[in-house]
């Protein structure tokens, strides 16, 4: 049986046998299918020929690079300073109800960023909810519009601090006490302990969440197109709709894909060389609680204030418009929005295409991302770290520009999938597979090669240690990434409007049909329903940590 043997700093540290055809196979399968959306970009882009020129040297898509990066910018900003504040007051203070914080405080991730934007227009809009329990009170006929720059920045940092905070939540878990209490015998306060010691050892997991908050910024296409800000995502879709030239959508998403690696570039230079490792040796104890006195109220009030803003409110919205919608047409045969009445009972079938291709893509993408994880933590050459590379800058990719890579492929050169299940699924593993390898590499990272080197002496082959011992032993992180990648799946928005095979209507489709169109109280029931479907591996997750 053939094996690989992984070499690093000149010796052979681990050896993992398996059949090697089948393992080169796999890795090149999904190392084509991560091309196409670069190939697709750079032949799109070349079409454009002498234009590209006046397409890129103008005013209006200078415009739109300012739009954009400013946006981005603006967002990580924002959702660090919640979220730092945020993480330290409920793992290192004697906050009150630190329990509920800490799992409220993370829910929004949870909440697509369309369905967050409609939930956020329908309050504070002009004629929203809020306008209409101002008026008899004040007399206030129609609140400010929020649509532009600043709705899309309270929108999108309502949505991303959560990357941030459990980044850094995570971080103050792990730091050395030792380190606080040493600072605090040499004379330093709490706030100058955290300023002059915590702080900078907090700063790879800032660096890390705001690395996901803005890339989350970059790619968001539900949220902007809602308010009506014109980023490279809005402004290619349009384009894209528009069919006017599918070559100049190209040559934008192109550009986005370039600020994207700017922003990778940022983070990797920015990173510096903090580490976790405690310093201190011996046994991990928890550390003394800080008391915050007088601060207590205040710091209260600004955990709660996140919270309710963050969480409650839209929920609250939310509700709202099931009951009214329900109340509209007599009880829970029907869900009124406008003229058009929609059976409850018809929501099942986008709740069943939803949980179908979701899990399938969960499936599918745990199963692509087992060989690539593999050869990252075993092998340590050119070749690994090209896969490793363009595996995770995956991550920098926009749903809508894989989705029109995916279009492009499939309409030129694999007709017989075009507009079929498959293509879209092919949309998801490109989309989630960083997910997917990020955390089958953590397990098997955390094994240790003996067990494999015993497996062989007991006389398994490749396969036989693969599938009896390595596979049982990475459950948990095959279980971790399959969550993640049906959770994001089941919200992903513009990939799945593009590549969705005709007929094939999910909940975010459906929900995404009726807000786009103001009917939101058609809306509620699909979004409460995606809500709840897209909360179960969240839960599964909270229940296995």
Known sequence: ???????????????????????????????????????????????????????VFTLRNAQIWGRTILLCVSVTLLTTAIAVPLAWLIERTDLPLRRFWSITAALPLVIPSYVYAYLFLVTFGPKGLLQQWLEPLTGIERLPDIQGFWGALIVLSLIGYPYTYLSVRAALRNLDPNLSEAARSLGLNTRQAFWQIELPQLRPAIVAGGLLVALYALRDFGAVTMLRYSTFTRVIYIQYQSFFSRSQAAALAFQLVLIALIVLYAEHRTRGRARYQRVSIGVARSRKRVELGRLKIPALIFTATVVIVSLLIPAGSLLYWVFRGLSQQGGVRAVAGSSNVQDVWTLWEPAINSVTASGLAAVITVIAAIPVAILIVKSRDKYSEFVEELSYSAFALPGLVVALALVWFGANYALPIYQTLPLLLAGYVILFIPQAIGTIRASLLQMSPHVEEAGRTLG??????????????????????????????????????????????????????????????????????????????????????
């Not at 390595?470 to 799945?496: C, D, N, Q, W, Y």
């Not at 909940?507 to 009726?514: P, S």
């Not at 807000?515 to 709840?532: H, V």
């Open 1 to 55: 049986m053939p094996s690989w043997e992984i070499m690093g700093t000149g010796k052979v540290m681990r050896q993992f046998s398996i059949p090697n055809l089948m393992m080169r196979g796999a890795i090149l399968m999904v190392v084509l299918l991560l091309l196409i959306t670069p190939l697709y970009l750079i032949i799109r882009t070349a079409e454009v020929g002498s234009e590209l020129g006046d397409l």
């Open 460 to 545: 398994e082959n490749g396969a036989g240690v693969l599938r009896k011992i390595t596979l049982p032993i990475i459950r948990p992180g095959l279980l971790a990434g399959g969550a993640l990648v049906f959770l994001t799946a089941m919200k992903e928005l513009p990939a799945t409007l593009l590549l969705s095979p005709t007929g094939y209507n999910t909940l975010a489709v459906e929900v995404w049909t009726n807000i786009s169109e103001a009917f939101f109280a058609q809306a509620a029931i699909p979004t409460l329903l995606l809500l709840i479907l897209s909360s179960v591996p969240l839960a599964f997750l909270n229940a296995r940590n």
